[in-house]
Nanobody, 124 residues
Framework: QVHLAESGGGSVQAGGSLRLSCAIS???????MAWFRQAPGKKREGIVI??????KYAQAAEGRFSAARNDAKTTLTLQMNSLKPEDSAVYYC????????????????????WGRGTQVTVAS
């Protein structure tokens, strides 16, 4: 059984940085990992999907956010720089068995395992 647990959220001023972590357990072989976020009143949106071969970022994250997974596949991180107030949201870690398909970045329903989320607030 896959278990995901996010940490590292908090409050930061615009222009600042935060690093989120997701502790991963129960994944063997290849899994597609992802970061999503959901702001109040908005649909959950994909930030990045990644597997052993590729990464794909949403346009809103390109150039500012960087995701990585350690070799043991036990930790997924999201480094967020140049944060903006519109980045404020609950950030979720997600996983699905197999290699990522590019459309999964927009289709959160594809992911079978989710963490509980961590709040990120960016003040202007």
């Amino acid at each position: 059984q896959v278990h995901l647990a996010e940490s590292g959220g908090g409050s930061v001023q615009a222009g600042g940085s935060l690093r989120l972590s997701c502790a991963i357990s129960g994944t063997e072989y290849e899994w597609c990992m992802a970061w999503f976020r959901q702001a109040p009143g908005k649909k959950r949106e994909g930030i990045v999907i990644l597997d052993s071969d590729n990464q794909k970022y949403a346009q809103a994250a390109e150039g500012r956010f960087s995701a990585a997974r350690n070799d043991a596949k036990t930790t997924l991180t999201l480094q967020m720089n140049s944060l903006k107030p519109e980045d404020s949201a609950v950030y979720y870690c997600a996983a699905k068995r197999g290699y990522c398909m590019t459309w999964w970045l927009r289709d959160d329903f594809e992911f079978t395992s989710w963490g509980r989320g961590t709040q990120v607030t960016v003040a202007s």
